[in-house]
């Protein structure tokens, strides 16, 4: 079964710091996506940034990138700049089945609080 | 565009009791999905249907029933609740074809479910 990890359960960042989310995953498939959400306090969930496999660059959207490391099967989240609005709980994502790529595993996500 | 409606946002159950979430998209997704999530273990998903008339398990489907008679409605049902079921239950779509546009995930505003 592919598998997706969050070790972190919570971190804390200083405002207009920098902060690194960890999510390893585990599949023997080769061409595949990988998803990072967030879910602030209103409880919606919302695509952070979303990165393809056979791409070597790594996705970026304005301050969220990632560091896609893909023989080390890893997938953090970097947050640059962190604002008060950043405070959530992020969650990793990756497709359960092959060729299935609506069909995600979640990581158990991490919580993120952003202190003024 | 409404996306993702879920209803009801709020409900309570005495054990036994059955009820229906509702999930509408009117996005024309071919994909939709039913996740719970309870503390410390991320979203796990219940059923998925990839169109009209089909159906299928997920990692959690136990007590829970789902039809897709339409493109457009994907209702969860439970058929005799238990206090186990107690959770935030999320309704999600996408669409299935390969391109920059696939496979990302569009959430409902989530339903909390208290079964005493």
């Known amino acids: 079964a592919q598998t997706v990890t969050q070790s972190q359960p919570e971190m804390s960042v200083q405002e207009a710091e920098t902060v690194t989310l960890s999510c390893t995953y585990d599949t023997s498939e080769n061409n595949y996506y990988l998803f990072w959400y967030k879910q602030p306090p209103s409880r919606q969930m919302i695509l952070v940034i979303r990165?393809?496999?056979?791409?070597?660059q790594n996705a970026t959207e304005n301050r969220f990138s990632v560091n896609f490391q893909k023989a080390a099967k890893s997938f953090s989240l970097k947050i640059s700049d962190s604002q008060l609005g950043d405070t959530a709980m992020y969650f990793c994502?990756?497709?359960?089945?092959?060729?299935?790529?609506?069909?995600?595993?979640f990581g158990k996500g991490i919580t993120l609080s952003v202190r003024p | 565009n409404a996306g993702v409606t879920q209803t009801p946002k709020f409900q309570v159950l005495k054990t036994g009791q059955s009820m229906t979430l509702q999930c509408a998209q009117d996005?024309?997704?071919?994909?939709m999905s039913w996740y719970r999530q309870d503390p410390g273990m991320g979203l796990r998903l219940i059923h998925y249907?990839?169109?009209?008339?089909?159906?299928d398990q997920g990692e959690v489907p136990n007590g829970y029933n789902v039809s897709r008679s339409t493109t457009e409605d994907f209702p969860l049902r439970l058929l005799s609740a238990a206090p186990s079921q107690t959770s935030v239950y999320f309704c999600a779509s996408s669409f299935l074809r390969q391109g920059s546009g696939a496979n990302v995930l569009t959430f409902g505003a989530g339903s909390r479910l208290t079964v005493l």
């Open positions: 990165q393809e496999a056979y791409k070597q």
């Open positions: 994502a990756f497709p359960s089945v092959t060729g299935a790529n609506s069909k995600l595993t």
């Open positions: 249907s990839v169109g009209a008339g089909i159906t």
């Open positions: 996005m024309n997704h071919e994909y």
